[in-house]
């Protein structure tokens, strides 16, 4: 079977991905609410929405970095205006998301051809430094001089005195996309113990998750991204062959600026504030590790590391110790506070350890990210198989998803 | 008037809030879900929403072990702490409304983003229909939006700015603890007295907006003294090494410099201008002074000797000597073996304070306990009598001028209590121009059915 | 004029500290070919070395003073420090004030040791890696370190102040001629100054003027001759790490009466040392102290006040603007070589 103009093998892969996605408030809330593990169940609409946004950020990131070797340390940068372009839509229309996303997108397109004409006159760490030093400019001036435009620490918000010229009567008084308003849910059922909650916000950024996922896929597998494969490999020797690589690196740069728009446009349509730390040097680092941390070059690996980092710093952080005496309650009183001491050092306020370990781990581990994980384990289940086919060069086929 | 009151939701709300004074009963005991994350089980949830991580985590820290702290209060366990001191009595150490109270905690990392998705995760999965805590304004404002938004009542922790029941001021937030004005109209006469009247301020300023209200604060309050504003510097967040915005004071003509800022930067700043000389210094034949407008224990103990001698103001301090403040000190003593710091203080009596306004409204909606809030005349918990005004969810009690202690017992005595500015002396109109003006509404209450 | 010469003495401390942290990472950077985001952390390590000592010299016996009470009402305890009670109260006090330059002695065997560990555990594993995975396992390695230093010892500012000997300042404008009392600068930040530019001098003479570091700066230049001319160069660049690690270290404690250590101080001071790095040049050691002083200076000129009312927030942007300016300039920063980290 083939769709959308896909191979054999990669339609499959995105009917996977499609059906993983729309499934998600199911797949990850597996314990039941009453239960002392309910503290690892993920299955609420915010973390939702973050994973699929920050799914949608490292995609995106990908195509710079793990496609064309541009690793730029500024992307949280377009984030950011992606944000505030939306809210001000906001402010001076309505709450309606149309305005905002495609404005968002547009802009921080427009910005990412700025900087990236600039600072992709110079490669390796020279262009991280530049794009480092483009993104810290932006976040320093937001949260400081520029807080007419962008509320500064407090974040952008919509304010009742705002114009919001476009405003009817009945409309609702959060973002909302013709009427179907963004935090709230369509279908929360109840099945034994467990509870699920299929968000409307959720479903509309996943639908839009799948969309930008097909668009990479087919970056992926064309000419144009082949040539950003080549870019990587050995630009000097694309050079020699009479080959301009700027337009391509350039195109690369402002296709992964506008995702990290959409997805900045994304986090202001779940939630109508947009504060400046999302622009800061730390949110840069925070998808360079996701990608990384997933598998660089790899389809799935950026929305896997995307999902493990935004689970880390959302369920560990809040295990504290009221939760941990209700796990280990049942031991002896010895063994119960050693192991509560123990636990003192990865969860509750040392939640950064755990992710500072987590990416020691998989770094030393697993140099392929989470994806070659899901590889090694997919080999040892196909072991008894031939493993004829898993030759060279599959770097970038999806197989761990599968 | 505000915009939502044109939804259709609005009305109801609207409604049901005009409803609540007249069959309250009937309303809020019928059907399920009532209004957002309504108790159902023998448990209500409250969030503490903490800096765990980042540099204000020590100060998250304090305020987790104080809201524990008061949970067991509520919940009837320990010596009762400020039960036993609070005017009203309607708590009885059996929980609330016949519920046990629970909690949640979270990491608001001291970053507006992070703050609120981990309330709306607090809110969202685990159901809680009160969130406190915080160190800083902007979180305070973010997470306030928050729960107006999704119709849970915000107790704010420690948060000083202006803004907070100023402009930013929302119908499901409270703030007990004082502001920048406050700061400023309780530190002028102190000032004066030590001082004199005829001085030459030099501020520096965190550029952020907590920084900016102080500042704007401080300079009235002193200009109306007849103190003469020399210059304010904006100084970068985290700036670390403060040198260069030091080393022009010197010759700048003044012989006062007011450092508004906080936490960390405060502590460098302050050390490195006691280094540059500044507090032996003369100028204009006077002794050169530092002023910090705010002041807290963690940052006094960061800056060590530096703060001997230095004025600033604090909401509440463990060495006073009232009843509440007593009850309070041995209870959190006896179980953490320190005293409290004045975040915790806040965050203490702010679960307090909303779990004596559910009992007294008979009701978690937020509605009914913002009403019964609003307004509310208390004592016995610290502060003397205090109001929570029902214009702007703001209290209005003494405010405390400190000093750092020449001759410090121990490490927990590095600050005394100078004076006790009365609370005529700091109060202001709700449409005071520092607070938004008139421009400022609360908006209505939402809660979130 | 004045104003400028103290902005110049701002700018040349701020420097010294970019510049010791900068040339530590470029000679991780032009030995091992390493990205060391966990650099920062051992500036911070450094730091959290005095404070140690501190603590240690603090160690006390107690003895319940019946006279004072503490918070609760209770019998004070008086603390007395071990130091005191065995050198006697003079030279404990004494032992206890000038903590910080005694960390020194202490802090460079204890950063060579972490570098060891840390070269020969972990980052020997990653000279053949891409860039990318040395940056994620060393920024790891940052946050578990600089998360178990939040353990121990808290969030917040530990105050760990220079000897009182240096606490004052000197009337440093008397010797350009100035009236007295207009130029005052705080002895500890001209030791500062003193001590970086001592350090600095140090490595440079050990690279140009031993045998070792001649090998050093040929293995710099080409790793693969000088290992088939039989030397090895592994065990040389151990050492490299070390010594790197001990820079950061020493800068780190002398910084400590500056700037209050706090855990995550290496965090902030990581992106920026970075941006003086690369500002130099990569795997240029003159040109990391040449930037780290460059932008220090020109940091300190934009927060003066006349310039800061021309352009409001120069001073938070300065140091990227510049960064900019230099890389689009000149491609491979002040002193840079073709070829290194371009790929």
């Given at each position: 079977m083939q769709i959308l103009g896909l191979s054999k093998r990669d339609s499959t892969f995105l009917l996977i991905v499609i059906a993983l996605t729309l499934l998600t408030p199911i797949l990850i809330q597996p314990f039941p609410v009453g239960s002392g593990l309910n503290t690892f169940n993920a299955g609420y609409p915010d973390l939702m929405q973050k994973i699929a946004i920050f799914g949608i950020f490292a995609i995106g990131f990908n195509i710079l970095f793990g496609l064309t070797g541009y690793l730029s340390f500024g992307h949280a940068a377009f984030l950011g205006i992606g944000s505030y372009s939306t809210v001000w839509m906001y402010k001076l229309l309505d709450y309606n998301v149309l305005w905002g996303l495609p404005l968002a997108i547009i802009v921080s397109g427009l910005f990412a051809l700025v900087i990236g004409f600039i600072s992709l006159r110079r490669s390796g760490i020279y262009f991280s430094i530049l794009t480092l030093a483009f993104a810290q400019m932006m976040y320093n001036l937001a949260y400081s001089v520029l807080t007419p435009i962008t509320n500064g620490e407090t974040g952008l918000q919509v304010y009742e005195s705002d114009p919001q010229v476009l405003l009817g009567a009945n409309e609702p008084s959060s973002p909302h996309l013709f009427g179907i308003v963004m935090r709230e849910n369509f279908w929360t059922p109840k099945i034994g113990g467990w509870e699920f909650t299929f968000n409307n916000g959720y479903y509309f950024t996943a639908i839009i998750a799948i969309i930008v996922f097909y668009l990479s896929l087919r970056i992926f597998r064309s000419p144009f991204g082949l040539m950003l494969r080549a870019i990587k490999t050995n630009q000097t020797r694309l050079n020699y062959t009479g080959i301009n690589t700027r337009p391509y690196t350039l195109a690369a740069f402002v296709i992964s600026g506008m995702y990290a728009g959409l997805a900045g446009g994304l986090l202001a349509a779940m939630d109508p504030l947009a504060g400046a730390e999302r622009m800061q040097w730390t949110a840069s680092g925070e998808v360079v590790l996701m990608v990384i941390l997933g598998g660089a070059g790899t389809l799935m690996g950026p929305v896997l590391g995307a999902a493990f980092i935004k689970y880390l710093e959302n369920i560990f952080s809040k295990i504290n110790d009221s939760v941990l005496h209700g796990w280990f309650a049942w031991m002896p009183d010895g063994l119960e506070d050693f192991l509560i001491g123990v636990s003192h050092f990865f969860v509750g306020k040392s939640w950064h350890l755990t992710s500072g370990l987590m990416f020691m781990l998989v770094v030393i581990f697993l140099p392929g990210g989470l994806v070659e994980g899901g590889q090694r384990i997919k080999a040892l289940f196909k072991k008894k198989r031939t493993s004829g086919d898993d030759g060279a060069g599959t770097e970038a086929q999806p197989t761990a998803a599968e | 008037m505000s915009k939502s009151n044109f939804t259709r939701r609005g009305l109801l709300k609207t409604g049901a809030v005009t409803g609540a004074g007249l069959a309250m009963p009937t309303i809020f005991t019928s059907g399920a879900a009532a209004f957002t994350n309504e108790p159902t089980g023998n448990t209500v949830t409250f969030g503490f929403n903490v800096p765990q991580t980042g540099p204000y985590a020590d100060e998250g820290l304090d305020e987790l072990r104080a809201q524990e702290l008061a949970v067991e209060h509520i919940n009837g366990?320990?010596?009762g702490g400020m039960l036993n001191t609070f005017s009203s009595k309607a708590l009885d150490g059996t929980g609330i409304l016949g519920k046990k109270a629970d909690f949640v905690t979270g990491d608001t990392q001291t970053k507006s983003d992070a703050a609120r998705a981990s309330a709306k995760s607090m809110i969202e999965k685990d159901g809680v229909v009160m969130i406190n805590g915080g160190s800083s304004s902007g979180v305070a404002v973010a997470v306030q939006g928050l729960c107006q938004e999704a119709g849970i009542i915000f107790m704010a922790g420690l948060t000083h700015s202006n803004d907070t029941t100023g402009k930013d001021r929302k119908a499901n937030g409270f703030r007990h603890f004082f502001n920048a004005y406050m700061s400023g109209a309780a530190l002028a006469p102190v000032l004066k007295e030590a001082y004199g009247t005829d001085r030459r301020a030099y501020h520096l300023t965190a550029d952020y907006t907590w920084g900016w209200t102080q500042q704007e604060s401080i300079q009235s309050a002193t200009e109306a003294l007849g103190w003469e504003t020399v210059n304010n510097v904006l100084t970068p967040v985290g700036a670390g090494d403060f040198s260069s915005y030091i080393t022009p004071v010197m010759n700048s003509g003044a012989d006062v410099l007011i450092l508004n800022h906080y936490g960390g930067d405060m502590i460098n700043s302050l050390t490195q201008a006691v280094q540059f000389g500044l507090r032996d210094a003369q100028a204009n034949g006077k002794n050169f002074e530092i002023v910090v407008p705010l002041y807290s224990e963690l940052m006094a103990a960061g800056a060590g000797e530096n703060i001997k001698g230095v004025y600033g103001s604090m909401n509440w301090n463990w060495q006073l000597s009232d009843a509440g403040t007593q009850a309070f000190v041995k209870s959190f003593g006896e179980k953490y073996g320190r005293p409290p710091s004045n975040s915790a203080h806040t965050c203490y009596v702010q679960t307090l304070l909303y779990a004596d306004a559910v009992t007294r409204a008979g009701s978690f909606n937020p509605c009914a306990v913002a009403e019964a809030l609003e307004g509310f005349e208390f004592d016995g918990l610290g502060n003397g009598p205090t109001l929570y005004r029902a214009e702007d969810h703001q209290c209005f009690k003494d405010v405390l001028v400190m000093k750092g202690a020449e001759?410090?017992?121990?490490?927990?005595?590095t600050l005394e209590i100078v004076e006790q500015t009365a609370v005529e002396q700091v109060m202001y109109e709700p449409n005071h121009p520092m607070f938004g003006g008139d421009d400022a509404t609360l908006g209505e209450c939402n809660d979130g059915a | 004029m004045d104003a400028i010469i103290l902005q110049i003495l701002n700018g040349l401390d701020k420097g010294s500290a970019y510049a010791l942290i900068a040339l530590g990472l470029t000679l991780i950077f032009g030995t091992l070919g390493v990205v060391n985001f966990a650099h920062g952390a051992l500036f911070m390590i450094g730091a959290f070395v005095a404070v140690t000592l501190q603590r240690i010299f603090n160690l006390s016996t107690e003895h319940v003073d019946p006279t004072k009470t503490d918070f609760l009402g209770n019998p004070l305890k008086v603390k007395v420090p071990y130091v005191e009670s065995w050198f006697g109260p003079e030279v404990g006090a004494a032992l206890i004030d000038w903590s910080v330059p005694i960390a020194i002695v202490l802090a460079i065997p204890v950063m060579l040791l972490v570098g060891f560990v840390m070269e020969r555990g972990l980052i020997k594993h990653f000279y053949k890696r891409p860039h990318a995975d040395q940056i994620l396992v060393t920024f790891g390695l940052a946050i578990v370190l600089q998360e178990l230093v939040k353990y121990f010892f808290g969030a917040n500012p530990i105050q760990t102040g220079a000897p009182d000997a240096f606490s004052g300042s000197m009337d440093f404008g008397v010797l350009l001629g100035f009236d007295p009392n207009t130029i005052m600068y705080p002895y500890w930040r001209l030791v500062y100054f003193l001590f970086a530019a001592i350090v600095i001098g140090g490595v440079f003479a050990f690279l140009q003027f031993t045998t070792f570091g001649m090998v050093v700066r040929a293995g710099m230049a080409d790793r693969e001759t000088v290992g088939l001319l039989g030397i090895n160069i592994d065990k040389r660049f151990t050492i490299m790490f070390g010594l790197a690690a001990a820079v950061a270290g020493v800068a780190g404690v002398m910084y400590t009466p500056i700037l209050a250590p706090n855990y995550h101080m290496g965090m902030d001071f990581l992106v920026l040392s970075f941006v003086v790095v690369v500002v130099g040049g990569m795997g240029s050691l003159p040109g990391a102290v040449a930037a780290g002083f460059l932008l220090g200076i020109l940091q300190s000129f934009a927060s003066m006040n006349e310039i800061k009312s021309l352009i409001p927030g120069i001073d938070q942007v300065i140091i990227y603007l510049v960064a900019i300016l230099i890389l689009l300039t000149r491609p491979r920063g002040l002193l840079g070589r073709a070829g290194v980290m371009e790929e």
């Amino acid at each position: 079977m083939q769709i959308l103009g896909l191979s054999k093998r990669d339609s499959t892969f995105l009917l996977i991905v499609i059906a993983l996605t729309l499934l998600t408030p199911i797949l990850i809330q597996p314990f039941p609410v009453g239960s002392g593990l309910n503290t690892f169940n993920a299955g609420y609409p915010d973390l939702m929405q973050k994973i699929a946004i920050f799914g949608i950020f490292a995609i995106g990131f990908n195509i710079l970095f793990g496609l064309t070797g541009y690793l730029s340390f500024g992307h949280a940068a377009f984030l950011g205006i992606g944000s505030y372009s939306t809210v001000w839509m906001y402010k001076l229309l309505d709450y309606n998301v149309l305005w905002g996303l495609p404005l968002a997108i547009i802009v921080s397109g427009l910005f990412a051809l700025v900087i990236g004409f600039i600072s992709l006159r110079r490669s390796g760490i020279y262009f991280s430094i530049l794009t480092l030093a483009f993104a810290q400019m932006m976040y320093n001036l937001a949260y400081s001089v520029l807080t007419p435009i962008t509320n500064g620490e407090t974040g952008l918000q919509v304010y009742e005195s705002d114009p919001q010229v476009l405003l009817g009567a009945n409309e609702p008084s959060s973002p909302h996309l013709f009427g179907i308003v963004m935090r709230e849910n369509f279908w929360t059922p109840k099945i034994g113990g467990w509870e699920f909650t299929f968000n409307n916000g959720y479903y509309f950024t996943a639908i839009i998750a799948i969309i930008v996922f097909y668009l990479s896929l087919r970056i992926f597998r064309s000419p144009f991204g082949l040539m950003l494969r080549a870019i990587k490999t050995n630009q000097t020797r694309l050079n020699y062959t009479g080959i301009n690589t700027r337009p391509y690196t350039l195109a690369a740069f402002v296709i992964s600026g506008m995702y990290a728009g959409l997805a900045g446009g994304l986090l202001a349509a779940m939630d109508p504030l947009a504060g400046a730390e999302r622009m800061q040097w730390t949110a840069s680092g925070e998808v360079v590790l996701m990608v990384i941390l997933g598998g660089a070059g790899t389809l799935m690996g950026p929305v896997l590391g995307a999902a493990f980092i935004k689970y880390l710093e959302n369920i560990f952080s809040k295990i504290n110790d009221s939760v941990l005496h209700g796990w280990f309650a049942w031991m002896p009183d010895g063994l119960e506070d050693f192991l509560i001491g123990v636990s003192h050092f990865f969860v509750g306020k040392s939640w950064h350890l755990t992710s500072g370990l987590m990416f020691m781990l998989v770094v030393i581990f697993l140099p392929g990210g989470l994806v070659e994980g899901g590889q090694r384990i997919k080999a040892l289940f196909k072991k008894k198989r031939t493993s004829g086919d898993d030759g060279a060069g599959t770097e970038a086929q999806p197989t761990a998803a599968e | 008037m505000s915009k939502s009151n044109f939804t259709r939701r609005g009305l109801l709300k609207t409604g049901a809030v005009t409803g609540a004074g007249l069959a309250m009963p009937t309303i809020f005991t019928s059907g399920a879900a009532a209004f957002t994350n309504e108790p159902t089980g023998n448990t209500v949830t409250f969030g503490f929403n903490v800096p765990q991580t980042g540099p204000y985590a020590d100060e998250g820290l304090d305020e987790l072990r104080a809201q524990e702290l008061a949970v067991e209060h509520i919940n009837g366990m320990g010596d009762g702490g400020m039960l036993n001191t609070f005017s009203s009595k309607a708590l009885d150490g059996t929980g609330i409304l016949g519920k046990k109270a629970d909690f949640v905690t979270g990491d608001t990392q001291t970053k507006s983003d992070a703050a609120r998705a981990s309330a709306k995760s607090m809110i969202e999965k685990d159901g809680v229909v009160m969130i406190n805590g915080g160190s800083s304004s902007g979180v305070a404002v973010a997470v306030q939006g928050l729960c107006q938004e999704a119709g849970i009542i915000f107790m704010a922790g420690l948060t000083h700015s202006n803004d907070t029941t100023g402009k930013d001021r929302k119908a499901n937030g409270f703030r007990h603890f004082f502001n920048a004005y406050m700061s400023g109209a309780a530190l002028a006469p102190v000032l004066k007295e030590a001082y004199g009247t005829d001085r030459r301020a030099y501020h520096l300023t965190a550029d952020y907006t907590w920084g900016w209200t102080q500042q704007e604060s401080i300079q009235s309050a002193t200009e109306a003294l007849g103190w003469e504003t020399v210059n304010n510097v904006l100084t970068p967040v985290g700036a670390g090494d403060f040198s260069s915005y030091i080393t022009p004071v010197m010759n700048s003509g003044a012989d006062v410099l007011i450092l508004n800022h906080y936490g960390g930067d405060m502590i460098n700043s302050l050390t490195q201008a006691v280094q540059f000389g500044l507090r032996d210094a003369q100028a204009n034949g006077k002794n050169f002074e530092i002023v910090v407008p705010l002041y807290s224990e963690l940052m006094a103990a960061g800056a060590g000797e530096n703060i001997k001698g230095v004025y600033g103001s604090m909401n509440w301090n463990w060495q006073l000597s009232d009843a509440g403040t007593q009850a309070f000190v041995k209870s959190f003593g006896e179980k953490y073996g320190r005293p409290p710091s004045n975040s915790a203080h806040t965050c203490y009596v702010q679960t307090l304070l909303y779990a004596d306004a559910v009992t007294r409204a008979g009701s978690f909606n937020p509605c009914a306990v913002a009403e019964a809030l609003e307004g509310f005349e208390f004592d016995g918990l610290g502060n003397g009598p205090t109001l929570y005004r029902a214009e702007d969810h703001q209290c209005f009690k003494d405010v405390l001028v400190m000093k750092g202690a020449e001759n410090p017992t121990t490490e927990y005595d590095t600050l005394e209590i100078v004076e006790q500015t009365a609370v005529e002396q700091v109060m202001y109109e709700p449409n005071h121009p520092m607070f938004g003006g008139d421009d400022a509404t609360l908006g209505e209450c939402n809660d979130g059915a | 004029m004045d104003a400028i010469i103290l902005q110049i003495l701002n700018g040349l401390d701020k420097g010294s500290a970019y510049a010791l942290i900068a040339l530590g990472l470029t000679l991780i950077f032009g030995t091992l070919g390493v990205v060391n985001f966990a650099h920062g952390a051992l500036f911070m390590i450094g730091a959290f070395v005095a404070v140690t000592l501190q603590r240690i010299f603090n160690l006390s016996t107690e003895h319940v003073d019946p006279t004072k009470t503490d918070f609760l009402g209770n019998p004070l305890k008086v603390k007395v420090p071990y130091v005191e009670s065995w050198f006697g109260p003079e030279v404990g006090a004494a032992l206890i004030d000038w903590s910080v330059p005694i960390a020194i002695v202490l802090a460079i065997p204890v950063m060579l040791l972490v570098g060891f560990v840390m070269e020969r555990g972990l980052i020997k594993h990653f000279y053949k890696r891409p860039h990318a995975d040395q940056i994620l396992v060393t920024f790891g390695l940052a946050i578990v370190l600089q998360e178990l230093v939040k353990y121990f010892f808290g969030a917040n500012p530990i105050q760990t102040g220079a000897p009182d000997a240096f606490s004052g300042s000197m009337d440093f404008g008397v010797l350009l001629g100035f009236d007295p009392n207009t130029i005052m600068y705080p002895y500890w930040r001209l030791v500062y100054f003193l001590f970086a530019a001592i350090v600095i001098g140090g490595v440079f003479a050990f690279l140009q003027f031993t045998t070792f570091g001649m090998v050093v700066r040929a293995g710099m230049a080409d790793r693969e001759t000088v290992g088939l001319l039989g030397i090895n160069i592994d065990k040389r660049f151990t050492i490299m790490f070390g010594l790197a690690a001990a820079v950061a270290g020493v800068a780190g404690v002398m910084y400590t009466p500056i700037l209050a250590p706090n855990y995550h101080m290496g965090m902030d001071f990581l992106v920026l040392s970075f941006v003086v790095v690369v500002v130099g040049g990569m795997g240029s050691l003159p040109g990391a102290v040449a930037a780290g002083f460059l932008l220090g200076i020109l940091q300190s000129f934009a927060s003066m006040n006349e310039i800061k009312s021309l352009i409001p927030g120069i001073d938070q942007v300065i140091i990227y603007l510049v960064a900019i300016l230099i890389l689009l300039t000149r491609p491979r920063g002040l002193l840079g070589r073709a070829g290194v980290m371009e790929e």
